[in-house]
């Protein structure tokens, strides 16, 4: 099974997402990675380190700012190039709608929220929770190329060590593709790694009691070098940004250790956790929903609990 | 300005949803509710509307018990609404779904299209994107506020980074996240007038659709498995007496997290 692998890139570096991706992808097959836009060249070789056997890149004007449809004009041109049996992303904002695009012009079969990819008797089957992750479905496709939107944090990138050759490619554009302009961008201020890209997330819901209360969430994620996440109805109450909601209309994130404080985990908030590997819910209500779904439930004061957690943890050196 | 909102049918929130293991789709003969996220859309309609004037027209695909569904959103005050209702559409993935949505959208030639911010069956985010890629228009999607103009859009796009300001001539496509608005509650008066409000249900024929291109004929994707999620193994509760964050340390520590 051969791969293209679909790479997003932030700053002057691939991101996690996509990487994580790669690495599957050349667990099962021959990868190939494709980076599309201003510097895509530069950071390209990159994909090497993570798996990928080759990389193609594509810096065309038309591909400075970061809107999907021109970007399935040039993926388009180059799955005509490299014919792969599957083309993957890493689930995000931006990959969703290439993907989809991507999927109805090469009238290709899209799966999303895969949660793991196989080759089964040579072909590519998904895994596909659904219905709130309450069943798990093995999804197919029909044809190829075949498509497919991996949630994110499901994967993480393995350096492998290799290299990979870097070939520029051009591509031309639909006309309707580069009608939709970017006017301005703002960036949210954050330090440490985004919620995507955690391996720890520290979760704050509507038991913080006020906004001031995820600078004790900050101060935790920072000493366990993880992000920091929000319920839709503290985002909604504008006590955090909407850059870090979980959930249905949020990020489904799937890091090592979720840590829920004051988290009542209601069904649009688990829909976008419940895949983490380790769910710890700290939470003085001891009926709250989401002690039915954690590992380490904990019945008590978070503004307790937390700070003690926080000194601990920094006292590990 | 002509606006449609492309809305759809779910189960009801209340309802435990199921997949019928012999077709492998989603049990869809329950109480059933407007996509939730899709009455932010509507909302948004109705705004534009009330600003500017206009027509808005709601397009479906779905079972055809989906018009009691389509009533709400007419009750909030959608002027119209079209049902794609076809047996050949039943099983439709993306490719199809997209397929009828545009053929019925490209009928109603409006100068604007909205989606919801996702489905809350099949929890998909991208039937926007190739409805745009199907009738080459501009789209923005997750859009948490929208300026409307004649003649163009400019929405505030949420990413992972923070916003994107993006602006695209009409005829466009917005999906807008359920951060843009509060909807409304449907007065009284616009539910007794909902019921006399134009409701046309079409097949796929109607609206130029191959039935061959649609529903499982035209599916590239395929349910081969349903199984049950694994099990999160045995859980631990504590109640803090003092030494909660000392035992949630040690267990994540032997768990090899940190």
């Not at chain 1, 993570?50 to 040039?74: I, N």
């Not at chain 2, 409805?131 to 997750?142: A, D, K, T």
């Not at chain 2, 004649?150 to 923070?162: A, I, L, N, Y």
Request: hydrophobic fraction near 40%; include cysteine; aromatic fraction near 4%.
């Amino acid at each position: 099974v051969t791969f293209l692998v679909f790479l997003e890139h932030y700053h002057g570096e691939l991101e996690k997402g996509g990487l994580g991706v790669l690495g599957k992808a050349a667990s099962l097959g021959d990868a190939v990675g494709v980076v599309l836009g201003e510097g895509a060249a530069g950071v390209a070789a990159g994909a090497g380190t993570f798996g990928a056997s080759k990389a193609y890149a594509c810096e065309a004007a038309e591909l400075a700012s970061p809107l999907p449809q021109p970007r399935v004009d040039a993926l388009a041109t180059l799955v005509e190039q490299v014919s792969p049996d599957a083309v993957l992303f890493g689930a995000s904002v931006l990959s969703a709608d290439i993907a989809s695009g991507l999927a109805t012009r090469l009238d290709a079969g899209l799966n999303w929220d895969l949660t793991d990819l196989a080759v089964k008797d040579g072909e590519l089957v998904g895994t596909r929770p659904a219905l709130g992750d309450t069943v798990i479905a093995e999804v197919g496709w029909k044809g190829s190329p075949k498509l497919g939107l991996i949630r994110s944090g499901t994967f993480d990138p393995v350096e492998s060590g290799g290299s990979a050759e870097v070939e520029t490619f051009e591509t031309t554009f639909s006309d309707f593709s580069t009608l939709a302009t970017l006017d301005e961008q703002t960036q949210e201020e954050s330090s440490g790694p985004s919620i995507e890209d955690a391996d720890i997330i520290v979760a704050g819901g509507r038991g913080l009691g006020s906004p001031e209360g995820f600078t004790m969430l900050e101060e935790l994620a920072a000493a366990l070098g993880g992000a920091v996440g929000a319920t839709r109805a503290v985002v909604d109450a504008g006590w955090y940004p909407y850059s870090t909601q979980v959930g249905q209309t949020g990020k489904t994130v799937s890091p090592k250790l979720y840590i829920a404080c004051g988290i009542s985990g209601a069904i649009q908030h688990k829909v976008g956790m419940q895949g983490s590997g380790t769910i710890v819910a700290i939470n003085k209500d001891p009926n709250a929903p989401i002690f039915d779904f954690c590992d380490i439930g904990v019945v008590g004061d978070l503004h307790q609990i937390v700070p003690k957690l926080t000194e601990l943890v920094r006292s590990r050196g | 300005m002509k606006i449609a909102v492309c809305v759809k049918q779910v189960p009801d929130a209340t309802v435990h949803k199921r997949i019928d293991p012999a077709t492998k789709r989603l049990d869809r003969s329950g109480e059933a509710a407007l996509n939730p996220t899709d009455l932010n859309a509507v909302e948004e309609a109705l705004r534009i509307k009330e600003a500017q004037g206009g027509e808005v027209v709601l397009v479906s695909l779905g079972p055809e018990k989906a018009v009691d569904s389509l009533r709400k959103a007419l009750a909030m005050g959608a002027d119209r609404a079209v049902l794609v209702s076809d047996e050949e559409a039943v099983g439709s993935d993306l490719l199809g779904t997209a397929r009828a949505l545009a053929g019925a959208l490209e009928k109603e030639s409006a100068d604007l299209v909205l989606f919801g911010q996702a489905s809350g069956d099949g929890d998909g985010a991208v039937l926007w994107a190739a409805v745009g890629e199907r009738l080459r228009r501009p789209v923005i999607s997750q859009v948490a506020s929208l300026t409307a103009e004649p003649g163009s859009v400019t929405g505030k796009r949420q990413t992972e980074h923070g916003y994107d300001v993006i602006s695209a001539p009409l005829p466009a496509i917005v999906a807008v996240s359920d951060a843009i608005n509060e909807p409304r509650y449907p007065s009284l008066k616009g539910i007794m007038g909902a019921k006399t409000k134009p409701q046309e249900t079409v097949s796929l024929g109607d609206v130029g659709v191959d039935a061959g291109s649609a529903g499982e004929a035209g599916a590239k994707t395929a349910v081969l498995e349903l199984g049950p999620p694994p099990s999160r193994g045995d859980q631990i509760k504590l109640e803090d007496d003092g030494s909660a964050a000392q035992k949630v340390l040690d267990l994540v520590v032997q768990r090899k997290l940190l």
